[in-house]
């Protein structure tokens, strides 16, 4: 889905403040171990590879980079999708395609996943502009801190935007917030505190270093997938563009080979 300029909502960061502050969200405790059932079928075993060896590394499940390698060591591949949180095509391709990739490549060591959220950042007022309007800035930075909090825990905070995507219409509500936190194994409480912030790397700052990291890189789409920098599909009005038919095996070829080539 492109941004269309006559289509955006102009916020001021007080604004975004004191609604967020005004959802009271209450810190959520699930189990001791952080687990929920009705998750996405991760593959949940890390594992530490020595010489080709694989061996339980003893860290928690969820950790999506959790390994250590010897003897040339290779960097896993960056994957940056481009999205917006109150955008059908943003919610297939999550469902659709980066979920089901990350399920496959989840516990390889092969990839880093990154969200970037697109929007229009106003300097003269401090504020920032969402296709979808208030609603979706404020879901825009939910989603931009659960990623920083729980950026280790894939399982986590990709699981929230996902949740989050299936009833994009209720974003932001803070009953339906809090459900697909409570799901998700999240502390609503950290990330209510983050979306409220106004420090640099919180809050409506977080959404609008994200806008501009987009603007930069002149991508206007919601959903662009890039590998390594360089787009590879985008979702837009109900169609895979870009040369991609959506589909998962081959973006997981793609960014096998990509890794086994360095």
Known sequence: ?????????????????????????????????????????????????????????????WRLNSVVRTNG???????????????????????DLVLPTMAKLFDSGKITLKPTYIGTPDDSTGGIACMHGEGECLGNILQLCAYELYKPEPKRWLGF???????????????????CAREHG??????????SSTEPNQGVELLRTSARRAMSLKVKTSCT????????????????????????????????????KQ
Not at 161 to 173: A, E, L, S, V
Not at 234 to 240: E, I, P, S
């Open 1 to 61: 889905m492109r941004t269309p300029s006559n289509a955006l909502c102009l916020l001021a960061p007080l604004l975004l403040t004191s609604h967020v502050a005004a959802m009271n969200f209450e810190a959520v405790h699930i189990n001791g171990d952080g687990k929920t059932d009705g998750l996405p079928p991760w593959r949940l075993n890390s594992v530490v590879r020595i010489n080709g060896e694989e061996k339980p590394d003893g860290l928690p499940p």
């Open 161 to 179: 935007t996902y949740c989050m995507g299936q009833k994009y219409r209720q974003i932001p509500d803070p009953a339906f917030v809090e459900s």
């Open 73 to 95: 060591a290779k960097s896993p591949i960056p994957v940056e999708m481009f999205t917006m949180s109150k955008c059908p095509d943003a919610r297939d391709c999550v469902a």
């Open 186 to 195: 999240m502390d609503m409480k950290k990330v209510s505190d983050c979306a």
């Open 225 to 260: 997938i890039a590998v390594q920098g360089k787009t590879v599909c985008v979702r837009d009005g109900g169609q895979w563009k870009a040369g991609c038919n959506g589909s998962v095996d081959e973006l997981v070829q793609l960014i096998e080979s990509a890794y086994n």
